[in-house]
């Protein structure tokens, strides 16, 4: 099933076009932490021909624990990843949480990504429309596919028509996540294009006690199934050594294995029926 595009840059996602790549580390660690992976990934991306989305978080807001670590902060994350921006030339997609930072995150960011716990919140989805930027927005875990047409409407009543929809697991039982690949066809029903987040559907949510916890080996094959089941986008956080990132280690993509992951990426979407 075909959806509308949505241009990012000089990057349209949906439609007849390549699946694109949202991709970098869960969290802004450090600047120059932040560069290096962003200009790492993109000559990855580029060798493929893969269009390429650079995701970072300036702050995770929802951590399991108080003590977790949340980012450098808006101000001195807005301004690695304009860096970045401005430096790479590519796209720019992160999380904002609250209202008062819609404003300064749009000046500088391309995607604005609602997280998935705060997917019903009508006023931060609503002022995140109103900038005319496009809106990613990630289905609660706690929500049906056909749910996501509340969502749909909440960000065109806002005035844009400019959305993503991410799918990123559901919840199955306690601190479990499962993927039913039914909801990407179903959501691309409401014409708008759909990603897959391939690094929170394999997530343990407060698995670890005071953290979060997730099996990473399943991040690849749940990628490609994504992409057969007509997926516009994947999003798949990567790090260098993932064993030691200072958020979401378990379930993100070793660097390392994004160029053969993105191999085989491509060798399927060009035999998949989209």
């Given at each position: 099933?075909?959806?509308?595009?949505v241009k990012?840059?000089?990057?349209?996602?949906?439609g007849?076009n390549?699946?694109?790549?949202?991709?970098?580390?869960?969290?802004?660690?450090?600047?120059?932490?932040?560069l290096?992976?962003?200009?790492?990934?993109?000559?990855i991306?580029?060798?493929?021909?893969?269009?390429?989305?650079?995701?970072?978080?300036?702050?995770?807001?929802n951590?399991?624990?108080?003590?977790?670590?949340r980012?450098?902060?808006?101000?001195?994350g807005?301004?690695?990843?304009?860096?970045?921006?401005?430096?790479?030339?590519?796209p720019?997609?992160?999380?904002?949480?609250?209202?008062?930072?819609?404003?300064?995150?749009?000046?500088?960011?391309?995607?604005?990504?609602?997280?998935?716990?705060?997917?019903?919140?009508?006023?931060?989805?609503?002022d995140?429309?109103r900038?005319?930027?496009?809106?990613?927005?990630?289905?609660?875990?706690?929500?049906?596919?056909?749910?996501?047409?509340?969502?749909?409407?909440?960000?065109?009543?806002?005035?844009?028509?400019?959305?993503?929809i991410?799918?990123?697991?559901?919840?199955?039982?306690?601190?479990?996540?499962?993927?039913?690949?039914?909801?990407?066809?179903?959501?691309k029903?409401?014409?708008?294009p759909?990603?897959?987040d391939?690094?929170?559907?394999?997530?343990?949510?407060?698995?670890?006690?005071n953290r979060?916890?997730?099996?990473?080996?399943?991040?690849?094959?749940?990628?490609?199934?994504?992409?057969?089941?007509?997926?516009?986008?994947?999003?798949?956080?990567?790090?260098?050594?993932?064993?030691?990132?200072?958020?979401?280690?378990?379930n993100?993509?070793?660097?390392?294995?994004?160029?053969?992951f993105?191999?085989?990426?491509?060798?399927?979407?060009?035999i998949?029926?989209?």
């Open positions: 099933m075909k959806t509308r595009d990012v840059g000089s990057i349209k996602i949906g007849d390549p699946v694109v790549l949202i991709a970098g580390p869960c969290v802004i660690e450090s600047e120059a932490s932040a290096r992976h962003a200009k790492r990934i993109k000559n991306a580029k060798k493929f021909k893969v269009p390429f989305i650079y995701k970072s978080s300036f702050d995770k807001a951590r399991t624990s108080v003590h977790s670590y980012g450098p902060g808006i101000d001195k807005l301004k690695i990843l304009g860096r970045i921006k401005k430096e790479l030339k590519i720019i997609l992160s999380d904002v949480h609250c209202r008062q930072d819609v404003k300064k995150a749009s000046g500088v960011i391309d995607i604005i990504q609602i997280p998935a716990f705060l997917s019903r919140q009508t006023d931060l989805i609503i995140a429309a900038t005319g930027m496009t809106i990613n927005i990630k289905k609660g875990q706690f929500l049906a596919p056909w749910d996501v047409g509340n969502i749909i409407e909440k960000v065109e009543a806002g005035g844009s028509k400019k959305i993503l991410t799918e990123r697991g559901t919840s199955f039982g306690y601190n479990t996540l499962i993927s039913d690949f039914r909801s990407i066809p179903i959501m029903r409401f014409g708008y759909v990603v897959f391939a690094t929170h559907s394999i997530q343990a949510p407060g698995g670890m006690g979060s916890g997730g099996d990473r080996e399943f991040v690849e094959p749940l990628a490609m199934a994504s992409v057969v089941c007509g997926a516009d986008a994947v999003f798949i956080e990567v790090h260098e050594d993932p064993d030691n990132a200072l958020s979401d280690g378990p993100m993509l070793s660097l390392k294995s994004l160029e053969s993105l191999k085989k990426l491509k060798r399927l979407e060009e998949a029926v989209r």
